[in-house]
């Protein structure tokens, strides 16, 4: 009798089981999100020569990127929060010493290829203070909260220095997002909510007579200062500092409900908007596609960010409902402050529209980022491994 013979496994039942587990609607989101980020590229960027190509290229990066970090057991990541944390805040601390100058900010450095270190720490962050409550779960004390956040200031206190408002402000958040689900209490968290508001309210009965005065503001540099004075009066400017705010808000209002058409953008095409393909892209959005267009964008948004924290809600550790949850509200700081700068809510503060905008390392961070999630989203099928089950 002749040896049984087996059929070889095709490619497609070799690689099948890579993507089991993948979260489908979390997936279907971020693909919605890239296709939209295509053909707002795709016009905005059609007078720059390959930048349609290029985007096409650092979206299929973060894509691979995605993909490999989600094979990577959130116990794995755990392993690497440490390393990854330190390397980072090391770099940091290169780059302050002798990185790179450019438009007075010294953001870069090289190491063979120029990088921006502080890219590292939007997921870096979140996965070190998720690995210090994991270790601390069960006994958590204030003490712990207060190394929480000393862990959070040294980098957010580095990436102000460079100076790059945008980015430490996506650390702070995804940092402070962290401790809060973590179960900071809320007699921690109401006073500087409130001293806050009250802050917001002192500045905007005050900013005629400072901005007019040139008053110097405590913790800021000038031109983050002007930034502000610009936002609470565009027109102080209107053909300088106030330029952005302005072009951007009649983009978005030209728009109407329907929008001009697909390629159709005055606003765009004759280039009154400033930096279209990269911080004020959701302008150049506005402008073709109007209200409809900016709904379907945000509820894409809206959903990616609940698909977040419902995967993070069913995580089966404390490590991975910290870093589920902490991915979810990069991508509401993300798309939020993106969003307020171009229509003039908020100081421009340069923050890309995830997966819209143009931006190599930006993408790859927001890869990495979901690769991390679609990991939690995959071991919720599973049992953990090396990691005690919640009780």
């Known amino acids: 009798m002749s040896p049984a013979t087996f059929d070889q496994p095709t490619l497609l039942q070799r690689i099948a089981p890579l ?14 999100l890239m296709g939209i980020g ?6 905005a960027g059609y007078d720059f020569a390959n930048r349609f190509a290029d985007h096409v290229r650092n979206l299929l990066l ?16 755990m392993a690497l929060a440490v390393p990854l944390y330190a390397v980072g805040v090391a770099l940091l601390v290169a780059v302050a010493v002798f990185g790179i100058t450019k438009k007075g ?20 962050m979140p996965l070190m203070l998720a690995w210090w409550f994991q270790r ?6 204030a003490l712990d909260f207060v190394v929480a956040l000393a862990l959070l200031a040294l980098p957010v206190g580095l990436i102000m220095k460079q100076p790059d408002l945008g980015t430490a402000l996506l650390v702070l958040a995804a940092g402070l997002s962290v401790i809060f689900f973590a179960g900071l209490p809320w007699k921690l968290v109401l ?50 500092k106030g330029f952005h705010i302005i072009q951007g808000m009649i983009a978005i209002g030209s728009g109407g409900f329907w929008g001009k058409g697909f390629m159709s953008g005055t606003q765009t095409h004759l280039e009154f908007i400033p930096e279209r393909t990269t911080d004020f892209i959701f302008a150049a959005f506005s402008e073709e596609f109007g209200l409809v267009g900016n709904l ?9 960010v609940w698909r977040g924290l419902a995967i993070a809600a069913r995580a089966p550790t404390l490590f991975s409902r910290l870093v589920a949850g902490a991915v979810a509200v990069i991508f509401f700081a993300y798309a939020f402050v993106n969003m307020g700068m171009v229509s003039g809510l908020l100081p421009v503060v340069g923050v890309p529209l995830p997966f819209v905008s143009y931006g190599g390392t930006a993408a790859l961070s927001l890869g990495l980022a979901l690769g991390v999630l679609m990991s939690v989203a995959k071991a919720e099928r599973q049992e953990p491994e090396g990691l005690p089950a919640p009780l």
């Open 136 to 141: 601390r779960e069960g006994q958590l004390r």
């Open 62 to 77: 973060a894509a691979g990127i995605l993909f490999i970090v989600a094979q990577v057991p959130p116990q794995r990541l």
């Open 191 to 240: 006073p500087p909510l409130l001293l806050g508001a009250v802050g917001i309210g002192l500045l905007v009965w005050f900013e005629p007579q400072w901005c007019a005065q040139g008053v110097q503001w405590p913790l800021l540099h000038d031109y983050q200062q002007q930034r502000v004075c610009t936002l609470l009066d565009p027109s102080r400017d209107p053909l300088g």
């Open 19 to 32: 993507f089991r587990g993948f979260d489908l609607p979390l997936l279907l989101l971020v693909l919605a």
């Open 296 to 304: 379907v964008l945000i509820v894409c948004f809206m959903l990616l």
């Open 105 to 124: 900010a010294q953001r870069w450095i090289n190491l063979g290829v120029v990088v921006q270190p502080s890219e590292l720490l939007k997921i870096a």
């Open 38 to 43: 295509l053909v707002a590229m795709y016009s």
